[in-house]
């Protein structure tokens, strides 16, 4: 937990470790049923992203039972539920309290052979980059609070955040890579900043690379960005050198603060090839090589158009 990785892991055996994280989030869509998907892929996405396969979770709720019919309780939780179920997940219990602000999550648990757990602090210089969900759920969260944001925008938006890393995850453990982490909270620029101090490697990456979700870069540029995806750019700065071209919007997209975010792989070149088409072959919402680490033990990230 040093690096900052993505989950706890726990050698119960020399062939079986346990891993085990928490997390809740507070509703980012209207609809509780979907509300309650995004939370749960959410939570079970560093159980993947440690290499590790989900077993059990418990529900983590807070809930105004003053303030809303608990028929909506019912749909969040049956947005979880359904979630957990396509990821072969036993939801077995749980807490929940009264809270002024609905919040839903899972504490959830899995298993992974203690040679083959994936970390984000083992990535080597020439390994490849790949992201593997587009940018830009920070901005259209936003965007939604606010309505400013369509119909279509907002189902699009919830697809990919309600797209289990499953199968990414079950490519990148096929083909074989260095290291791993998912995009959320910390944007990408942060979480990979994570990858390359823990690794002692440093990174470059190409803005014209990057995948990001239509309408957000029109979205930021009328001022559209929540604050913690603000407060992210702020703190990664220090450890990032920006071409001089780019615009203070594409350096917030890079920062945007995610919910339920790709995998960003780290992979030798002679895979990487491999690793896009199998992660094409199975579906996942992007395939995007968009960089790769370097020979810097300050850990630096350099960001090109």
Do not use: W
Request: aromatic letters at 4%; proline letters at 6%.
């Amino acid at each position: 937990m040093n690096t900052a990785d993505d989950a706890a892991v726990y050698r119960l055996s020399p062939d079986l470790a346990v891993a085990q994280t928490v997390d809740y989030i507070t509703p980012l869509v209207d609809d509780p049923y979907q509300f309650g998907r995004i939370a749960a892929t959410n939570a079970i996405s560093d159980i993947y992203a440690m290499g590790a396969r989900p077993l059990l979770a418990l529900n983590v709720v807070a809930f105004p039972t003053e303030a809303l019919p608990m028929s909506v309780l019912s749909e969040i939780l049956r947005g979880g539920s359904d979630t957990a179920r396509d990821a072969d997940v036993r939801i077995i219990g749980g807490h929940s309290i009264d809270d002024k602000e609905p919040k839903y999550g899972m504490a959830v648990t899995g298993i992974v052979h203690p040679d083959h757990v994936l970390r984000n602090s083992t990535g080597r210089p020439g390994n490849r980059l790949i992201l593997t969900k587009p940018l830009g759920m920070g901005i259209i969260s936003t965007a939604i609070k606010r309505d400013l944001a369509g119909p279509e925008l907002i189902a699009r938006a919830v697809a990919v955040m309600t797209t289990l890393n499953k199968h990414a995850a079950e490519a990148a453990i096929d083909v074989g890579v260095d290291a791993c982490t998912d995009v959320t909270g910390f944007g990408l620029l942060g979480h990979l900043r994570e990858m390359t101090a823990g690794s002692g490697v440093g990174a470059r990456i190409s803005v014209a690379r990057v995948p990001v979700m239509d309408d957000v870069i029109d979205l930021a540029t009328h001022g559209v960005v929540p604050g913690g995806s603000k407060r992210n750019l702020a703190y990664v700065e220090p450890f990032v050198t920006f071409d001089p071209t780019l615009t203070d919007v594409q350096r917030l997209v890079l920062a945007d603060a995610q919910t339920s975010g790709g995998l960003l792989l780290a992979v030798a070149p002679d895979r990487a090839a491999q690793l896009c088409d199998a992660l094409r072959a199975r579906g996942v919402p992007a395939v995007a090589e968009i960089g790769e680490l370097v020979d810097d033990s300050s850990g630096r990230i350099s960001v090109t158009p």
